[in-house]
């Protein structure tokens, strides 16, 4: 059975849950694995759009907005009228080097930055991490330095996104040991006699449906608040679907699944 068939055959056949059950060890692997690298790239050329384009807008906006400063042998000077506030929601940075801003400005914010001439004060739910600028030693930092280096952080989003894969996938492969335990439970119901590497492969294709839906919300700005439980439900509907026509087929004449059974045989479809 090739992998559009798989595919095809996970999402609205339940019949072929059984021939799917049988699937070998390797190929189901190489399945998930190619399904939720596809899934994984499209989200994240997505990502990687939408964070690209956020760097832009925040070198652009330094470039042109921002007055001109620069931290030179522990000192912070800023060259435009303060105190200078950047104020978002329950967030509020302010730069004032001439020491006429108090730390009640903060008071109502959840967060927030003040820059002095020689310190670096931030605020978290009242509160304060002090970071000197003396510690930096002879390091010197300046607006234009920065705008240059803006560009750098999309290949850190890049190599970030690509480690990524690898920590998503280990938890991709845990959810379906997950969905594997749970199949246990109609594998007993409905008087199946399934391997645990049979389950392992209807846990694989039960979950091709919630995977998609996982995307397509992401893509969309993630307008499903309980994507979660959506994921979970589809996934262990599947599970309990695909082994139910199992135990229908064995009731229209089919023997019973055994332990072994996948191999002890050619199977065309597989």
């Known amino acids: 059975m090739n992998l559009i068939k798989q595919f095809s055959n996970s999402l609205w056949n339940f019949h ?31 990502t990687g759009v ?32 303060m105190p200078y506030r950047i104020e978002e929601e329950s967030f509020l940075i302010i ?17 927030g930055i003040l820059i ?5 004060i931030n605020f978290t739910w009242g509160k304060e ?19 240059e280096a803006i560009p750098a952080l999309k290949v850190f989003i890049t190599i970030i996104l690509a480690i ?14 997950v969905l594997t335990l749970i199949a ?4 007993s119901l409905f008087r199946q006699q399934l391997t645990f590497q049979n389950l392992w492969n209807v846990a694989i294709y039960s979950s091709t449906l919630p995977t998609l839906i996982k995307l397509v919300n992401s893509v969309l700005g993630s307008p499903l608040k309980s994507v979660f439980l ?20 064995n009731y229209a004449g089919s023997p019973g699944l055994i332990p072994g059974a996948e191999n002890s045989g050619p199977n065309p479809d597989v």
């Open 16 to 46: 072929s849950y059984r021939s799917l059950s049988q699937m070998k060890g390797g190929k189901s692997f190489l399945y998930i694995l190619l399904l939720f690298l596809l899934v994984y790239l499209v989200g994240s050329i997505y």
């Open 116 to 120: 002095t001439e020689n310190e670096l």
């Open 164 to 177: 990524g894969f690898l920590f998503a996938f280990a938890g991709k492969l845990f959810g379906i040991l």
């Open 230 to 249: 959506i994921y979970w439900g589809v996934a262990i509907t599947y599970v309990f679907l695909g082994i139910y026509y199992m135990s229908k087929s």
């Open 95 to 111: 730069i004032d080097t001439t020491g006429q801003t108090t730390k009640e400005e903060f008071v109502g914010y959840s967060s």
């Open 50 to 81: 939408q964070l690209s384009n956020i760097v832009d807008y925040l070198q652009v906006s330094l470039k042109d907005y921002m007055p001109d400063f620069r931290l030179s042998e522990g000192r912070f000077i800023f060259d435009g009228e």
């Open 184 to 187: 246990f439970l109609p594998n």
């Open 129 to 147: 991490d002090i970071t000197p600028f003396s510690m930096f030693g002879p390091l010197e930092i300046s607006k234009d330095i920065i705008v």
